[in-house]
């Protein structure tokens, strides 16, 4: 599976953006696909995913500012970000997690302005 994110860069505080993660290869029914971060300094960590079957997992600190979605014919889940805070500055990972293996984007560079 190889993952293709996009849609990083500079934005204000208040601003938003959207991230895209496309997969390409084989992939399966039953998988996790989501977006992790990391900033300076910090560990990696979830921000949110989407199960196979719908469901998702959003972080408390992003909760109500972002919303994970996909488009399953395009295997390809987005993530919007409003609101952004510059404790939101971080590279952003996209993640697959599926029947043979757990996967990593390239990352791409989130940087809120205050």
């Known amino acids: 599976v190889q993952l293709q994110a996009s849609g990083g860069g500079l934005v204000q505080a208040g601003g938003s953006l959207r991230l895209s993660c496309a997969a390409s290869g084989r992939t399966f029914r039953r998988y996790v696909m989501g977006w992790y971060r990391q900033a300076p300094g910090k560990e990696r960590e979830l921000v949110a995913r989407i199960y196979g079957g719908g469901s998702t997992d959003i972080a408390e600190s992003v909760k109500g500012r972002f919303t994970i979605s996909r488009d399953i014919a395009k295997k390809t889940v987005y993530l919007q970000m409003s609101s952004l805070k510059p404790d939101d500055t971080a590279v952003y990972y996209c993640?697959?997690?599926?029947?043979?293996?757990?996967?990593w984007g390239q990352g791409t560079q989130v940087t809120v302005s205050s």
């Open positions: 993640n697959y997690v599926g029947a043979r293996g757990n996967y």
